[in-house]
């Protein structure tokens, strides 16, 4: 019987870089204390405590397909330390704003985890969310260069069409071809439930007021833990510190290095709601300001409209009156998705293409028995800013489990050969930098027995 090999396997190096920046939180959880130092790398190390932890990740999230010692995992570790040494020495650049997407699709991964924010921060021992993000960036940052400097290393490298049949047949022959996933692609359409004209209006007049109460002496916090809609309010008062390069929205932002200080601001909308803001401190670069959020009621009369236009919409759409592209262009009113056909992006890879066995638990029950071109109920979601609205999905595409064919499967070999071909490459650059970049080693990890000669021994 021929064995089906996870896809996995073949994609090792990649991996560990997602689970480096997406999973493990062996960097910044629990605020670590020094444990004890593996391997310095250039001016980069490796703790002992991040071996297990990393070690662990890789299981779990092969779903124990993968099993790797103390010594290969090391191995891997002062792989990743080694490209991130040299990407700071070859003036590789990474910009902030793509630092920050990768930050948020972690927050939005622990999220899903843990079920809020709140419960992220707590389990992890951060004081609030911007203190995570904080932690995230560095993390994310070295993430990047990684990522980049292999890039660098590899941008000339290519495969052939032969080069692709010959992998193919190697691993056909070795009873080693992979078992790809069932895999689909979603489009969406949603319409916001938006709040009432009367609605805002009384939100505007109601920060008006407190306004007032603290220009004539009120405490600023006092009134936050009494009317905001800020969920970290019962932790800091809503207090925060601000910088340009903070993850806070724009208007936020904004807002606080337009302030004096003690000014209380205008009432302002965001997309989270309305905010009343004053600014405490200036400290160089950073402001330290607190706000009040008041997110506007949704009355159920403006759901219930909401949905029953959703569902006619979705109703046309199975006539036949316009197609599903039509309509995203003509009615929906999500920002990320209208422009690409509604097209959802996996948020943890950033392509299109969802596994079926790794999703979000409550869109999988949404999908998973569509079929191609099948619509879902109209159903009702609410994001993190607390907007509500309805929405439906379409499955423009969807492939089952099954094992590697050469023509179904062509451009997945294709990336699966250039991977391996890419990843012998890195691996002979490896081996040049090693003999040239400063690595020193605890006596007890000198004991492992590695591929590559990271103690520096001479051959004998």
């Not at 009317?227 to 724009?250: A, C, H, L």
């Not at 569509?370 to 609205?389: C, H, I, P, W």
């Not at 089952?400 to 071909?421: F, G, P, S, W």
């Not at 650059?429 to 000198?446: L, V």
Request: hydrophobic content about 35%; overall charge negative; aromatic content about 8%.
């Amino acid at each position: 019987m021929q064995q089906k090999t996870t896809i996995l396997k073949y994609t090792k190096l990649p991996i560990l870089i997602f689970i480096f920046g997406l999973i493990s939180t062996s960097t910044f959880a629990q605020k670590l204390k020094i444990d004890g130092v593996a391997v310095v790398i250039g001016k980069n190390i490796v703790l002992d405590s991040d071996i297990e932890k990393f070690k662990q990740e890789v299981e779990v999230r092969s779903e124990g397909k993968i099993t790797i010692s103390d010594c290969e995992m090391l191995e891997e570790l002062m792989q990743q330390k080694l490209l991130a040494h040299h990407a700071i020495i070859d003036s590789v650049l990474v910009s902030d704003a793509e630092i920050n997407s990768r930050v948020e699709r972690s927050v939005q991964y622990f999220t899903q985890q843990y079920g809020s924010e709140d419960k992220v921060i707590a389990a992890y021992g951060f004081n609030d969310l911007d203190d995570l993000k904080k932690e995230l960036f560095t993390v994310q940052k070295e993430n990047l260069l990684i990522e980049k400097e292999q890039e660098k290393i590899t941008e000339k490298i290519d495969v052939t069409p032969e080069e692709v049949r010959l992998y193919f047949n190697g691993l056909k022959t070795s009873n080693e071809l992979p078992e790809f996933p069932a895999e689909i692609e979603l489009a969406q359409i949603v319409l916001y439930a938006a709040p009432t004209k009367e609605e805002e209006d009384r939100i505007v007049a109601q920060l008006e007021e407190i306004k007032k109460e603290i220009e004539e002496g009120a405490s600023f916090k006092m009134k936050a833990i009494i009317n905001s809609d800020d969920p970290g309010v019962t932790q800091n008062g809503g207090r925060y510190e601000v910088t340009k390069e903070s993850q806070f929205i724009k208007e936020f932002k904004e807002m606080a290095f337009s302030l004096d200080v003690g000014q209380v601001s205008k009432p302002f909308k965001s997309d989270f709601g309305y905010h009343l803001m004053q600014l405490h401190e200036v400290r160089g670069n950073m402001r330290v300001a607190s706000h009040i959020l008041i997110q506007p009621d949704i009355p159920e009369s403006r759901l219930k409209d909401t949905k029953e236009r959703a569902e006619k919409l979705a109703t046309d759409i199975k006539e036949g009156k316009l197609s599903f592209e039509e309509a995203v262009k003509k009615y929906s009113e999500d920002k990320e998705t209208k422009n690409n056909g509604g097209t959802i992006v996996n948020p943890y890879t950033g392509e299109t293409k969802f596994d079926l066995t790794r999703m979000d638990p409550d869109l999988y029950a949404r999908v998973a028995e569509l079929k191609k071109g099948e619509l879902s109920d109209v159903f009702f979601d609410q994001n993190r800013n607390g907007e509500k609205m309805f929405k439906f999905i379409i499955m423009k595409d969807r492939t089952n489990t099954h094992v590697a064919d050469l023509v179904e499967d062509y451009v997945k070999i294709q990336d699966l050969a250039l991977r391996k071909k890419k990843e012998e490459t890195i691996t002979k650059w490896s081996k040049e930098k090693i003999k040239d970049t400063y690595i020193k080693m605890s006596d007890t990890h000198r004991k492992c027995t590695f591929e590559k000669n990271w103690k520096k021994e001479i051959a004998k």
